[in-house]
């Protein structure tokens, strides 16, 4: 085990994450590094960290993490919610495999590649799964975050301002 | 201690989601068995925000030592394949918010908010924002995260 290796990675990391989340760009905790890394190992040079089972410790990690959010959840809650969230994941399921489709056959990715580029899970869960299955994670990578960042910045704010004249029009006509 | 079985419960499903081959089963395994003894456990356990950060920025690095030179070059042909996955997000995003307004009579914030497939965290402060109810548009999403991390590692396991 390199501990020069580990420090320097963490160190590139944690700059990464840092002036990500300075920023404020959405999800930059994940792609603060994963830029950082990338450009010191494009440029400088590899950074190998042979560390037996850091894949298995870094993939459960992040499953605990994301089921932790589970706490404000309760049995009841579920059972009142269950017809709507089964819709809503369902369409998110099949729309996104129909995505992955469309994608393949007008641009020619790998199967593997177009499903994960495509699926509406999280932009660092589908890096990973593409990671462990060989799938091109580069391309997963930047599709994930086009997605993300598209919705977040272009669909989410229509939204708001859709809803803020909706609000003023309803409160034109209550005043009249 | 209590609070620490939803964590054993994710290592234990980790451990065994990854031996039986699926892919990225470390990850599906914790995220069920964490999910459901959340769900069933009286002692809910809480991560810490700045360990949540910690655990992205790990992984973060962990996959930016995954990219390659040779990778990044195949990126550069991405505008047409994103468009398309754009064009399709909005549209499955249009249909989703049509069955919970349609079908489910919710409101349009609740169900648009439900609707968008961004980060969970992200859509939760906006949620927040913009008055909708957030235990609500919170329980879709994560249904959303378990559903499709579950499922398409097993479709990729057992039909690719």
Redesign the interface.
Known sequence: MDLFTILLAVLIGGAGAWLALKVKVPGGAFLGPVVTVAAYQVCVGNLPLRITGLRLGVQIAAGIVIGSNFAGVSLESLKKLLKPTLAVSAIMVVGGLLNALVVHYATGFDVLTSILSTSFGGQTEMVLISESIGAEKETVLVMQLIRMQMVLLVILQITRIYLAVKAKKKGALENE | MNRLW??AA??A???LF?SLGI?????????????V????CKN????AYR???G???????????????E??A??QH?L???L???G??????T??TL??TK??K?N??DA?????????S?ITM?AED?GADT??V???H????V???T???L??KFF?
């Open positions: 939803p964590a994710g290592i499903g980790g451990v990854y892919p990225a089963g470390g990850m599906v395994g914790a995220l069920l068995g964490t999910s003894a959340q769900v069933l809910k356990l809480v991560i360990v949540k950060i655990v992205r920025v790990l992984l973060g690095i962990f996959v930016g030592m995954g990219i390659t030179i990778g990044l195949k990126v991405i047409w394949p994103a398309i996955n754009i399709n997000t909005i549209v499955i995003t249909i989703a069955v919970l079908v489910f919710w349009f914030t648009i908010l439900s609707s968008m497939p961004a980060g969970l992200e906006n913009m235990v609500l919170t329980t879709i994560l249904f959303r995260f559903s499709i991390l499922i398409i590692p479709i990729i690719i």
